[in-house]
């Protein structure tokens, strides 16, 4: 496989219930992030991982519960959400920069969890 | 709070017209400007980007304009086609170092009809 792969592609779940998305990437890079994307919303960047450390929380819930095991690997891991926290999840990976005369900052995308709570 | 204004919020074009979309920051400590393509049922991709030194930057039929001055881009597509069909984000990059931490516009929904 190649590129960034999400699953599950989609997810019903309840309340109460406890659930994870996962993310893999196969392009060698070193920072991984989680998006969430919501209708006529900007993405909202949730947690930002760079070099398996968490750099970036943007005071999201603690009913979120990211885990980066490794640089290839992201978990989401979700329990006792809200109905309002029924979205598009998004992860993305990219080079750690500044590189030595890199002049890109790519996110490479995943097609996303498309999450539901009821 | 960092943000970046994007506008208009869905834009409608002919085949062969020039679709237009603006963003607008506040924060002057931005150094990367890219726009991101997503189709439906699809993540976002990179479609093109500037840096802020650049007033222009032209890739086949798109192009970025870039105002410093104004803190103002804006992506223009010429002759533009029903493949283009997307949602468009703006975005830009603080300089944290380290990673790329983009802040995205809320996005443009455009349809090109043939």
């Known amino acids: 496989e190649t590129g960034v792969t999400q699953t599950p592609r989609h997810l019903v779940m309840g309340m109460t219930n406890k659930k994870s998305l996962k993310c893999e990437q196969h392009?060698?890079?070193?920072?991984m992030y989680w998006y969430k994307q919501s209708a006529k919303k900007p993405l909202e960047l949730m947690f930002v991982?760079?070099?398996?450390?968490?750099?970036e929380n943007n005071s999201v819930p603690s009913r979120f519960s990211p885990e980066c095991p490794n640089s290839s690997h992201l978990f989401l891991h979700l329990h006792t959400l809200q109905p309002e926290d029924s979205a598009l999840y998004l992860c993305?990976?990219?080079?750690?920069?500044?590189?030595?005369?890199?002049?890109?900052?790519?996110?490479?995308f995943g097609e996303g969890s498309r999450l539901t709570v009821l | 709070q960092q943000q970046v204004k994007q506008s208009p919020q869905s834009l409608i074009v002919q085949k062969g017209g020039i679709s237009i979309i603006n963003c607008a920051y506040e924060n002057t400590a931005f150094d990367y400007f890219p726009w991101y393509q997503q189709f439906p049922g699809k993540g976002p991709a990179l479609l093109i980007a500037?840096?802020?030194?650049?007033s222009e930057k032209k890739e086949g039929r798109f192009t970025i304009s870039f105002n410093k001055s104004a803190k103002q881009f804006s992506l223009h597509i010429m002759d533009s086609q029903p493949g283009d069909s997307a949602t468009y984000f703006c975005a830009a990059r603080p300089f944290s170092g380290g990673y790329n931490k983009l802040i995205f516009g809320a996005g443009t929904r455009l349809a090109v009809h043939p």
């Open positions: 392009l060698g890079h070193n920072a």
């Open positions: 993305a990976s990219s080079q750690a920069y500044p590189l030595a005369g890199a002049t890109t900052g790519e996110l490479f």
């Open positions: 991982y760079n070099f398996k450390e968490q750099t």
């Open positions: 500037i840096r802020p030194d650049v």
